[in-house]
């Protein structure tokens, strides 16, 4: 299977190129600089495609990030510190963001003779991301199918829709996934933050399945509180 992976960067993402790569044919990552101000994490996204040699396309589609006003990721608003089952985590959300990048990796997967688009959605984004949730995603593949009808038969390769960020750890640690060089925080700093929703997630998910968490974080230690005052 041909598959094409959307590559943030980010943990869970870099995770499903090397298990598409260990298990089918990896053609390429494409990544979105939608002007969201951890951009630092397509410069992890270049160094999976280099280390898996694979080709790596960023869509610029800062224009459109400009219009989804009102995110936390790409206006000047501060990103919340918290879990991400925090009510106050909805500020992070870009308005119909994975159902763009999804449609424009369809049409560079029926352009290019793949026979598949893998996103890294999770069970444990449904809560705050709607077009992250099974039924997004059942959904956005039958459109496609009607879109590329005659033209092209792509699916929609979701490996993790229904499974926590500990089980992509565990996965991704089997398919030799260096999460050290991966960038997850949305404040974009330095060094993760270890305070803002994704970086919580990302501590807890480790710490979960039992594996060495390799990220410098600037609070290493308020995840757990974060986990106590979560809903």
Not at 77 to 92: C, F, L, N, R, S
Not at 151 to 177: M, R, W
């Amino acid at each position: 299977m041909k598959t094409i992976v959307i590559c943030s960067g980010g943990m869970d993402s870099v995770a499903l190129a090397h298990i598409v790569a260990r298990d089918y044919e990896l053609t390429r990552l494409v990544s979105f600089d939608y002007g969201q101000r951890h951009r630092k994490e397509l410069d992890f996204a270049a160094q999976a495609a280099k280390r898996l040699n694979v080709p790596h396309q960023i869509i610029d589609m800062r224009g459109i990030g400009a219009a989804l006003t009102g995110s936390a990721l790409t206006d000047d608003i501060d990103v919340p510190d918290g879990h991400y089952a925090e009510e106050t985590m909805k500020i992070t959300v870009v308005p119909n963001r994975n159902a763009i990048m999804l449609t424009i990796a369809f049409g560079v997967a029926a352009a290019n003779g793949d026979d598949a688009v893998a996103t890294a959605v999770h069970g444990g984004d449904h809560f705050i991301y709607p077009d992250c949730r099974p039924a997004f995603t059942e959904s956005f593949e039958a459109m496609q199918m009607a879109a590329l009808d005659g033209y092209a038969n792509v699916k929609l390769f979701t490996p993790f829709v229904h499974k926590s960020k500990a089980d992509i750890a565990t996965e991704g640690a089997a398919a030799q996934t260096p999460f050290k060089d991966t960038w997850s925080c949305y404040k974009g700093g330095e060094n993760h933050c270890g305070r803002c929703g994704t970086c919580v997630e990302r501590r807890e998910a480790f710490d979960l399945a039992g594996i060495p968490d390799p990220t410098l974080y600037d609070d290493p230690e308020f995840w757990k509180s974060a986990l106590k005052e979560a809903p």
